[in-house]
């Protein structure tokens, strides 16, 4: 089954603009896939291969002279010392496109390319399959909540179930995990962590005690959806703040989990200020904590956390898979009144909640009074998205948002 990536588009963007394309995302999200079936014809190497990465790191310039560009190289942060080299080439040539780089440690990479490749490189991050992917939908456009863009996906609107959409949350949105439904799920995640564990985290944090970090891993899986504790998570894990600081920080940069930003504004008072966790994929998180079908999962009491992480998953990648920065935030005052999202766009904050029920009502926006406070910025349209089929008037300019429309 061949999977159409709606990031296609902004990756040939950035071939036209920039010397390099440097696609970063998690192991197994699709990278080398997708630059395989973009460009078919061009030269590979994979510094996965200890042989071929000992020759790029021990003589880079050797090494590029015979591999000349149009290049593609996979695994690209296991040779740092390189990245000089494909400046030079870069500034020589300057040619558009004749690098893309893949690489799963976000944190290595990202150091170098802005080391060495500042404003020659187009920069991109990969997600999983997003739900649009799956059903084979062409829309690209990255999600907001007004009338004229929800009338646009009226056109492409798909009926499916709740129990369907429990089956993706917990199968998860890896691409070979999507395609070869005979693959079994506790083997494939059992197997992802792993190799996650054994090429990435040792490599990144020296790690001695492997069994630790997966169980760190584990307790962040447990919390999706939810306000971040660092203290706590210390504690449940027996390490020290900073060291749950730093793992922390290597979940993110190698894209296992998203941190959802507090919104501050100097006319609210009192606001939480600590960001929410969410893990980017729902599969990985339920295989951590145990979640077995999705039956369980989509009755137990974490399922309206796995719900908002997929839905918060799923509006990100409509943002990343058409190459925009996203600018999301949530709100939370002490007295406990929420708003689960905003999209910040053009001066213009856009308030969602997201209920795993088919029914809401007016009173589940009831966080919304708060923008009535913020100075200095527009307040636009939001609703609530939900498992309705049908995208129906709420209240004021807001709406209930199948998930087909995100």
Not at 230 to 251: D, F, Q, Y
């Given at each position: 089954m061949f999977i159409e990536r709606h990031i296609k588009k902004a990756v040939s963007e950035r071939a036209?603009?920039?010397?390099?394309?440097?696609?970063?995302?998690?192991?197994?999200?699709g990278k080398t896939t997708l630059i395989n079936t973009m460009m078919p014809n061009i030269a590979q190497a994979t510094f996965d291969d200890i042989a071929v990465r000992r020759s790029a790191i021990e003589e880079p310039a050797a090494f590029l002279q015979l591999n000349p560009p149009p290049l593609f190289i996979d695994e690209v942060q296991y040779a740092p010392n390189i990245f000089p080299y494909i400046k030079i080439a870069l500034d020589k040539s300057k040619h558009k496109g004749d690098f893309f780089l893949t690489g799963s440690q976000s944190y290595e990479l990202m150091h170098n390319v802005s080391e060495s490749l500042a404003g020659r490189a187009g920069i991109l991050q990969?997600?999983?399959?997003?739900?649009?992917?799956?059903?084979?939908?062409?829309?690209?456009?990255?999600?907001?909540?007004?009338?004229?863009?929800?009338?646009?996906?009226?056109?492409?609107?798909?009926?499916?179930?709740?129990?369907?959409?429990?089956?993706?949350?917990?199968?998860?949105?890896?691409?070979e995990l999507f395609v070869q439904r005979t693959f079994d799920w506790r083997n494939f995640y059992a197997d992802y962590v792993k190799t996650y564990i054994e090429r990435d985290i040792r490599a990144l944090a020296q790690i001695a005690d492997e069994m630790q970090f997966l169980k760190f891993m584990t307790v962040c899986a447990a919390l999706t959806g939810q306000m971040l504790n660092?203290?706590?998570?210390?504690?449940?894990?027996?390490?020290?703040?900073?060291?749950?600081?730093?793992?922390?920080?290597?979940?993110k940069t190698s894209g296992i989990v998203y941190l959802l930003k507090p919104y501050t504004n100097n006319t609210i008072k009192r606001t939480v200020k600590t960001p929410k966790l969410y893990f980017l994929d729902t599969g990985l998180a339920a295989y951590l904590t145990r979640w077995l079908t999705p039956e369980t999962l989509s009755e137990g009491a974490a399922s309206g956390h796995f719900f908002e992480s997929f839905i918060v998953a799923e509006i990100l990648k409509s943002y990343t898979n058409a190459g925009k920065?996203?600018?999301?935030?949530?709100?939370?005052?002490?007295n406990g009144n929420e708003i689960d999202l905003l999209i910040f766009h053009n001066n213009t904050l856009f308030p969602l909640e997201i209920k795993q029920r088919s029914t809401p009502t007016s009173k589940d926006i009831k966080?919304?009074?708060?923008?009535?406070?913020?100075?200095?910025?527009?307040i636009g349209e939001g609703g609530i998205i939900c498992l309705s089929q049908e995208l129906l008037p709420l209240k004021d300019n807001h709406r209930i948002i199948p998930i087909w429309a995100i």
């Open positions: 036209r603009e920039k010397g390099a394309v440097v696609l970063t995302g998690a192991r197994q999200v990969l997600l999983g399959l997003s739900f649009r992917e799956m059903k084979n939908d062409t829309w690209n456009e990255p999600f907001l909540p007004t009338l004229d863009y929800l009338i646009s996906r009226k056109d492409a609107k798909q009926n499916f179930s709740a129990k369907e959409t429990w089956d993706i949350i917990h199968r998860g949105s890896l691409p660092l203290a706590s998570i210390a504690r449940n894990v027996g390490i020290s703040e900073p060291t749950a600081k730093r793992w922390l920080s290597i979940l920065e996203e600018d999301f935030y949530y709100l939370r005052d002490s966080g919304f009074d708060m923008l009535s406070k913020i100075k200095g910025v527009n």
